[in-house]
């Protein structure tokens, strides 16, 4: 059976029953589970997070530390060197030492990635819990927070709006609960929920049972109680999602796109290497464990960790900076995007706005019309909103804290149709003390004054007339202008009923119109300059009037000429919409769903889009963008929605952080293109070297472990500094330009990996070993000597340009005079040169095959490790002019 069906069957057969049976069944009361009934239930359902079980975690952990093609590479040369040296062998020849030292390095990389995986993994658990996530559940009579994950099937959930459902739910208990469920069903409408048994229909689908609630979908308005049904990947939101919810896609790509680059190399160059050693005699198994080793060389291996030991380091950093990255993958986000749309309120203007102008239709002050939007809002229970916010702050005002309080008594709520950001308003049903019934409604003018077929002033109905409305117009436009948000009340008396039904809602009498200060932050022009210096293009995407949103954009410095509107948008096709956005900086009224089509048309013309917003209106567009930004003060759905959370709602955090986000993505660029480049270098001389030289130019044991030598001193790299102009501008993420790269310096490094080899071959060998090259010399001793020789010159040399490389190529200035790196990657760089030099001077390097060089040889090494570094030096500029980059 689908897995979808399966969680049809299970969940759906609450929705007949009676709330009673239910607790029967689940073996629980209404006073909520003890801690001791929590426990068994976790045990028996799971906990509610999409990875399943905790110890799982750790197994998945193991499984990406050490399986991987780096370590079964390394694990078929084991088996390969247990065979030639150990079992094929006769018992005098024995000589297991090859086998030990690879699987030493299995366990060794195997560990050093599990150790960079589990601090990478705690450091996300300590920063998600700096954000204030929680669900209110009743447990053993008691109401308290706890983290969502906690969550166990039979637990009682207390939902408020502006609440993301945890999990999936039968609702017990309703007041004016309504949902949105855009995130399971993509349909934007707003439903009503309520807590009846159903009675058994089968056409019914899942989603339009009124009495359930699913995880991830959204409380609009009202407030509601639900026994959790299933929990994580058990719901019917969990069946959507994909198995390892934790990889944003555009990073996959980029990885991807990065082993593509690599696997093309080594598809060439191995078999080129396997028939050269075959063509020059090598034995099969031999070759294929030097081919093979080659093939582990060429792939820069510690990827995956130096990845995720640069982004935990980043989150860090940034966490310092208030900004919270919730997924870890986001962050290559933040170093490559280029534009950052966002909305207006609480962004570029203050998060509370104040009530200026209550007035009529014409423009005077009008206490009736502030009493009445009064009662609205008062009694709305949508989420908390800076419009209702301001309107219920008159409470206060001075002398007339009674007059509000006598309202709210003379009026009675009977039912309200709370905000929803398609239809821009809000109606509430009030009767007063005689009985008689009067719909109010509040919300955006031009929505509500269609509505309206009256107007009231001076105490009288009249007609709407066409006149009439033009001179209010010029009111409200003039108001509109200056920045002011404006909305309109309106009100109709009805018969007595307890329900708002839509029809009612027309021919109301428009009485007049609020408007609110919207004052643009004092911070937010100098951030806005701060973001285009960062050549990150600002764009306002905002429910509010095309005006207020102009004037606004006016002062803090964003284009504003032309603008594009929720009406307009509707007019156009995807291909017009996808040139307009590109031109366009402004867009205004918009709804949810137009929010969504422009960050889709920005990501379809190749942008890598954040989005910043703390409404529920905002969260198809978060979850749209390639890096959703939230802040701490957003409602909780909106929070969970985002990959990033702002403990600041200020643009000047978002600079720190993205300077920080370019910062780690050097970082993981800077191992990647340069250990790419010289191992493509490396391999490149083997392969010359194979041709023409009668043995290994390095044993496949050195190879692998020089490979783990340099990887082990790149693991400092995230730590490095990176230079100023490296964070100017967005970074990109992908192989598409370290072709080129390792196409320019590869090569260098071969130029004198060559030179190396005919010093040695020609000259430093034949010294050593009786004035004869290899093929003259007829003494076994005497060869391996010489082979001995040869290996270690040229694994000194490798690694020695391979690591001072890394100073050469880290910076596009001259190193160490214009830029330096930073001390710990000075101290781990050098000290890995000297170690490993002062390796082969020991006793145990003739166990790898490695031996003593005279210092006739370090002379030789100085000077080309001198020469390599000009020649890269000149490179760099060549390349840097014809590419305008470096790394
Ligand atoms: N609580 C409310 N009551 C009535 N009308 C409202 C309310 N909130 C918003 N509106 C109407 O809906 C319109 C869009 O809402 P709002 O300005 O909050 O959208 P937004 O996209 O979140 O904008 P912003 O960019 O300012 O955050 C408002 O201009 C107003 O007319
Ligand atoms: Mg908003």
């Known amino acids: 059976m689908p897995k979808t069906t399966l969680i049809d069957c299970c969940i759906k057969k609450y929705a007949y029953r009676e709330v009673s049976q239910i607790y029967q069944e689940l073996k629980i009361s209404g006073e909520g589970l003890s801690q001791s009934q929590v426990e068994l239930m976790r045990e028996k359902y799971g906990i509610n997070s999409f990875s399943q079980r905790r110890n799982d975690t750790m197994l998945r952990l193991l499984r990406h530390a050490f399986i991987n093609p780096f370590n079964i ?13 150990v079992v094929l062998v006769s018992n005098f020849a024995r000589n297991a030492t090859t086998a030990v030292i690879i699987f030493s390095m299995i366990l060794i990389s195997g560990t050093i990635r599990l150790v960079q995986e589990l601090r990478a993994k705690n450091a996300s658990k ?11 559940v009743r447990r053993a009579g008691e109401v308290k927070e706890v ?25 017990t208990k309703v007041s004016d609960l309504f949902l949105s469920q855009a995130a399971i069903t993509g349909e ?9 048994a159903l009675s058994y229909s089968n056409s019914e689908s899942l989603t339009q049972l009124e009495n359930l609630a699913f ?5 609009i308005s009202g407030k509601g109680e639900g026994i959790v049904l299933a929990v994580g990947k058990d719901t019917l939101y969990g069946s959507f999602t994909k198995e390892d919810p934790d990889e944003k896609q555009s990073f996959q790509k980029g990885a991807n796109s990065i082993a593509w680059v690599m696997l093309r190399f080594i598809a060439v160059l191995i078999p080129i290497v396997f028939i050269l050693l075959q063509i020059t005699g090598g034995r099969w198994l031999k070759s294929f464990a030097f081919a093979l080793s080659v093939a582990v060389g060429l792939m820069p291996e510690m990827l995956p960790m130096v990845i995720t030991a640069c982004l935990a380091r980043g989150s860090l950093s940034m966490s310092k900076k208030q900004t919270i990255i919730k997924d870890i993958n986001a962050m290559q986000g933040f170093g490559s995007m280029d534009v950052l749309c966002m909305d207006k309120t609480g962004t570029l203007t203050n998060e509370s706005i104040l009530l200026e102008y209550y007035m009529d239709v014409l423009g005077n002050e009008s206490c009736q019309v502030l009493d009445f939007a009064f009662l609205n809002s008062a009694y709305h229970s949508g989420v908390c909103n800076p419009i209702d916010n301001a309107i219920l702050a008159c409470q206060t005002m001075r002398g007339h804290e009674q007059h509000f309080a006598d309202l709210l008594i003379q009026y009675r709520k009977e039912d309200e149709i709370p905000f929803d950001y398609s239809r821009k308003f809000v109606s509430t049903l009030v009767t007063d003390k005689n009985g008689e019934c009067q719909l109010i409604m509040k919300g955006n003018i031009s929505q509500i ?10 105490g009288e109905i009249l007609p709407m007339e066409k006149d009439r409305i033009s001179s209010v117009a010029s009111v409200v436009d003039e108001m509109q202008q200056d920045g002011m948000k404006v909305i309109a009340v309106a009100r109709k008396k009805i018969e007595k009923q307890d329900q708002i039904i839509q029809t009612d809602e027309n021919n109301m009498i428009l009485m007049g119109y609020l408007a609110f200060f919207d004052a643009p932050k004092k911070t937010a022009k100098t951030s806005v300059e701060a973001l285009k210096r960062l050549k990150v293009i600002p764009k306002i995407l905002t429910g509010d009037q095309a005006d207020v949103a102009a004037s606004i954009c006016r002062r803090v410095g964003i284009p504003s000429e032309i603008i594009l509107t929720g009406a307009d948008l509707d007019q156009m096709m995807d291909n017009e919409l996808g040139k307009a956005v590109e031109n366009i900086h402004v867009f205004a009224e918009l709804t949810p769903g137009q929010k969504v089509r422009i960050v889709s048309a920005l990501r379809q013309n190749g942008h890598t889009v954040g989005f910043l917003g703390d409404g529920i209106n905002d969260i198809p567009a978060l979850c749209e963008s390639n890096v959703g930004i939230s802040v701490d003060t957003a409602v909780d759905a909106a929070k969970d929605a985002a990959d990033v959370v702002l403990l600041q709602k200020d643009l000047g955090v978002l600079e720190q952080g993205i300077l920080e986000g370019r910062k780690t993505f050097t970082n993981m660029l800077k191992y990647i293109k340069i250990t790419a480049s010289s191992n493509f270098g490396n391999i490149f001389s083997i392969v010359c ?13 050195q190879i692998l472990l020089l490979n783990l030598l340099y990887d082990i001193l790149c693991i400092i790299l995230p730590w490095d500094n990176v230079d100023e102009e490296e964070t100017l501008s ?24 060559i030179v190396t080899f005919l010093f040695l071959y020609y000259i430093l060998c034949p010294m050593l070993c009786g004035g004869a090259t290899y093929l003259n010399l007829t003494d076994s001793v005497l060869q391996s000597q010489y082979i001995a020789l040869f290996q270690t010159g040229w694994f000194l040399e490798s690694m020695w340009t391979q690591v001072l490389i890394l100073h050469f190529l880290r910076t596009r200035k001259i190193p160490f005079v214009q830029s330096s790196p930073s001390i710990p990657v000075v101290c781990t760089t050098f000290a890995g040169i000297i170690t490993f030099t002062a390796l082969t001077f020991t006793k145990s390097a003739g166990v790898i095959g490695l031996t003593k060089l005279p210092i006739m040889y370090f002379l030789f090494l100085f000077v080309v490790v001198l020469l390599y570094m000009l020649l890269t030096t000149v490179v760099k500029i060549v390349y840097q002019k014809k590419y305008h980059e470096l790394i």
């Open 449 to 458: 004054v269609s509505r309206c077929s009256q107007v009231e002033f001076h």
């Open 188 to 196: 934007s409408a707003i439903l009503e929920k309520n807590a009846q």
């Open 689 to 701: 070297a194979s041709a023409f030289l009668p043995f290994l130019p390095m044993t496949s044991l």
């Open 73 to 85: 590479i390394l694990l078929v040369l084991g088996i390969i060197s247990l065979a030639t040296d």
């Open 147 to 171: 983290p969502a994950e906690e969550l166990v099937v039979g637990d009682i959930v207390l939902l408020a709006a502006g609440d993301r459902v945890p999990a999936d739910l039968r609702l």
């Open 215 to 219: 995880m991830a979908t959204t409380v």
């Open 126 to 136: 300590q920063l998600n819990r700096l954000i204030h996530e929680s669900v209110t």
């Open 730 to 753: 967005p970074r990109d993420w992908s192989g598409k330009t370290l072709g080129r790269f390792m196409l320019f310096f590869g090569p260098i490094s071969s130029l004198f990996d």
